[in-house]
């Protein structure tokens, strides 16, 4: 399975920034995904995650009301939708598979499959 992050860039405080996720395996739609980030010198965290059971969405209380995920299993792609980009925001941000759960797991260990990381850096 691969994942295929996109979307990251250079953005003002304030700004938005959507990232995507494509997912290389004709059973997404029976995967749980999850976006972490890492910013430098940092351990890698939990930004939010989507079950694929229902859509149930899980937010670090940190992006609560700035960020959404969401996910078109028509395509194979999860998404998440970053506004007011805050310079805290800033790091390489990743998405992950995980084929077994029907919640979202918060731990980075919990997941199968991961992206490559996308870079978001917010300017003040």
């Known amino acids: 399975v691969q994942l295929q992050a996109s979307g990251g860039g250079l953005v003002q405080a304030g700004g938005s920034l959507r990232l995507s996720c494509a997912v290389s395996e004709r059973a997404f739609s029976s995967y749980t995904m999850g976006w972490f980030r890492q910013a430098p010198g940092k351990e890698r965290e939990f930004v939010g995650g989507i079950s694929w059971v229902g859509g149930r969405t899980n937010y670090a209380d940190s992006v609560k009301g700035r960020f959404t995920i969401s996910r078109d299993n028509a395509k194979n792609t999860v998404y998440l939708q970053m506004n007011s980009l805050k310079p805290e925001d800033t790091a390489v941000y990743y998405c992950?598979?995980?084929?077994?759960?029907?919640?979202?797991?918060?731990?980075?260990?919990?997941?199968?499959?991961w992206g490559q990381g996308t870079q978001v850096t917010v300017s003040s």
């Open positions: 992950a598979a995980d084929r077994s759960r029907f919640s979202v797991p918060l731990g980075a260990t919990e997941y199968d499959y």
